[in-house]
T-cell receptor, first 111, second 113 residues
Framework: SQELEQSPQSLIVQEGKNLTINCTSS?????LYWYKQKYGEGLIFLMM?????EEKSHEKITAKLDEKKQQSSLHITASQPSHAGTYLC???????????FGTGTRLTVIP | DAGVIQSPRHEVTEMGQEVTLRCKPI?????LFWYRQTMMRGLELLIY????????DSGMPEDRFSAKMPNASFSTLKIQPSEPRDSAVYFC???????????FGSGTRLTVV
């Protein structure tokens, strides 16, 4: 969707390194969702952020939503090969229960 | 819960044939969504339903595409006639409302030759 910009488009990191993926919207969002997709498979839900300034963590992955609810980041600490895949940010707007997506960030982790 | 169930997982068909993709949402989820994923266009929302009623079908590419939800536990996406450019992975997702998030099925990989 042109409404959600993800950066970078692809990322190659050495195992053990930290990395950050960004997702930006020009409009205020209701909810921001992060998914992971392995090649040829479905979308795995990672985290959902709905409050400005909210931050959530699960294992080595931390997601943040800015106060204006227009920008989110996904941070992976000490990356592992199991983190490899495409990370997608999705969002919906207040009053609209439909989810639209950014273009994705393809992550490769080199052992 | 078995999650969102899609069938078939893979479909190969000849151009001009009718294709029907099926989806069973999670029980209790009032919203059902159909998405298409391609390398060129990413994940696109085609149509979504609320309580079995189509709410927004603005993403449906052409009249060749149609979707139905005859009851709360079943939906179909039909393409007739199919064309090679319809080749993509089609995902179904369901939700109890945006506050609760969205759950995706494993997808149907459609190849039209």
């Amino acid at each position: 969707s042109q409404e959600l910009e993800q950066s970078p488009q692809s990322l190659i990191v050495q195992e053990g390194k930290n990395l950050t993926i960004n997702c930006t919207s020009s409009k205020t969002l209701y909810g921001l969702y992060w998914y992971k997709q392995k090649y040829g498979e479905g979308l795995i839900f990672l985290m959902m952020l709905q409050k400005g300034g909210e931050e959530k963590s699960h294992e080595k992955i931390t997601a943040k939503l800015d106060e204006k609810k227009q920008q989110s980041s996904l941070h992976i600490t000490a990356s592992q090969p199991s983190h490899a895949g495409t990370y997608l940010c999705g969002a919906d707007k207040l009053g609209a229960n439909n989810l639209f997506f950014g273009t994705g960030t393809r992550l490769t982790v080199i052992p | 819960d078995a999650g969102v169930i899609q069938s078939p997982r893979h479909e190969v068909t000849e151009m001009g044939q009718e294709v029907t993709l099926r989806c069973k949402p999670i029980s209790g989820h009032d919203y059902l969504f159909w998405y298409r994923q391609t390398m060129m266009r990413g994940l696109e929302l085609l149509i979504y339903f609320n309580n079995n009623v189509p709410i927004d079908d603005s993403g449906m590419p052409e009249d060749r595409f149609s979707a139905k939800m005859p009851n709360a536990s079943f939906s179909t996406l039909k393409i007739q006639p199919s064309e090679p450019r319809d080749s993509a992975v089609y995902f179904c997702a369901s939700s109890a409302g945006s506050y609760y998030g969205y759950t995706f099925g494993s997808g149907t990989r459609l190849t039209v030759v």
